[in-house]
């Protein structure tokens, strides 16, 4: 699973990171989310995926 985030189009809500926390992590310098690493659980990637409130997460 190659999971990615547009942070052009991230607000830095932090629900991924609080859904996904083995994936994803908060920026603070930019104040948005990043993909720290790849893995996680695939159910709790779907679910920071289909949470995002501006729909900037993406699974390949």
Partial sequence: MDVK????DCIG???C???CPEVFELDEEAGKARVAR?????????E???S???G???VG
Avoid: F, H, K
């Fill in 52 to 54: 995002c409130p501006v």
């Fill in 56 to 58: 900037c997460i993406s």
């Fill in 5 to 8: 985030l547009n942070r052009n």
């Fill in 38 to 46: 790849q893995g996680g659980t695939p159910e709790a990637v779907r």
């Fill in 13 to 15: 809500c932090g629900v």
């Fill in 17 to 19: 990171v609080q859904i």
């Fill in 48 to 50: 920071a995926v289909e």
